[in-house]
């Protein structure tokens, strides 16, 4: 009884991990494709699969689906659910010449919309353009933004 009053049982606590990497991989890549060639190209210097989705350190995403190939360039990105969420130094650029940076941005692959809620800036050739809140619809070439303030040369006519 003693041993019992002077040595009381150890209480372990357990430890439970709910959400553990499935793999992980430096100088990761990873390509789709489907029958009419390379859809979407993704690579990182590290990246964590998980189950629902992948956690990509230095993550270069490139969509080639639609009209114009996309290419977007941040420190870091996850890739859940169609949906390509990069943070930190994010660099958007379509074949087309448009660019677009900022510290943040959503692209679904889907809709090929990308939007920040951050400040931006987005330039093609001269022009430019500055603003906060920042939604580029890629299919329909359409841009909203918010507080704009816009660069734009106007090319000369030959009359």
């Given at each position: ?7 009381q ?61 996309s ?7 996850v ?12 660099m ?11 510290d ?31 939604i580029?619809?890629?299919?329909n ?19």
């Amino acid at each position: 009884m003693l041993i019992y009053i002077f040595f009381q049982p150890l209480k372990i606590k357990e430890q439970e991990f709910k959400d553990v990497p499935l793999l992980v991989m430096d100088n990761f890549t990873m390509y789709e494709l489907q029958s009419s060639g390379l859809q979407t190209n993704m690579s990182g210097s590290n990246a964590l699969r998980y189950s629902d989705r992948y956690i990509i350190k230095n993550i270069n995403f490139t969509d080639n689906s639609k009209e114009f190939i996309s290419n977007m360039q941040a420190n870091s990105g996850v890739y859940k659910d169609e949906i390509v969420d990069l943070r930190g130094e994010v660099m958007y650029t379509r074949e087309d010449g448009l660019t677009f940076e900022s510290d943040t941005l959503e692209y679904n692959t889907k809709s090929a919309i990308a939007q920040t809620n951050d400040d931006y800036i987005a330039y093609k050739g001269n022009n430019s353009m500055r603003g906060v809140s920042f939604i580029y619809d890629s299919l329909n070439n359409t841009m909203k933004s918010k507080k704009v303030v816009v660069k734009y040369q106007l090319k000369e006519s030959k009359i």
